[in-house]
């Protein structure tokens, strides 16, 4: 699907917006001090939204809701785990892990309802 002038400018904005608000979290919580640990930090904000955007791209390429309920679930859980992994570290911790994992099966599960952009384009096809 190729995008429009506006559509591309609206989705940098997103990304730049949301990067910063993610860098700007975890800048919070984490407080770097060196060089690396900055460099670190705004990357994980970079790679948080890319991974939110490229989820929601996808999301909508699904065409099945079985489908884009699992490729949700699979696709938070990653995300909640890399969110998990760079905040905490790499041990698996169950107190975060459990919750993040409830909300992403309860979100998943809201957004498969809806219709697909597929099934959309084929009903406004039709009329």
């Known amino acids: 699907m190729k995008l429009t002038r506006g559509q591309s400018i609206g989705l940098i904005t997103i990304l730049l917006i949301g990067a910063v608000a993610f860098t700007s979290a975890a800048w919070f919580i984490l407080k770097p001090a060196s060089v690396i640990g900055k460099?670190?930090?705004?990357?994980?904000?970079?790679?948080?939204?890319?991974?939110?955007?490229?989820?929601?791209?996808?999301?909508?390429?699904?065409?099945?809701?079985?489908?884009?309920?699992?490729?949700?679930?699979?696709?938070?859980?990653?995300?909640?785990?890399?969110?998990?992994?760079?905040?905490i570290g790499a041990t698996?911790?169950?107190?975060?892990?459990?919750?993040?994992?409830?909300?992403?099966?309860?979100?998943?599960?809201?957004?498969?309802?809806r219709k697909s952009n597929a099934q959309r384009a084929k009903q406004l096809n039709q009329h």
Do not use: E, H, K
């Open 39 to 87: 460099l670190s930090t705004v990357s994980f904000g970079i790679s948080l939204m890319v991974g939110l955007i490229a989820l929601a791209w996808y999301d909508g390429v699904v065409r099945t809701r079985m489908g884009r309920f699992c490729f949700d679930v699979i696709g938070g859980i990653i995300l909640a785990y890399w969110v998990q992994f760079y905040i």
């Open 92 to 113: 698996p911790d169950l107190q975060y892990m459990v919750p993040a994992a409830g909300l992403v099966l309860l979100v998943s599960l809201i957004f498969s309802f």
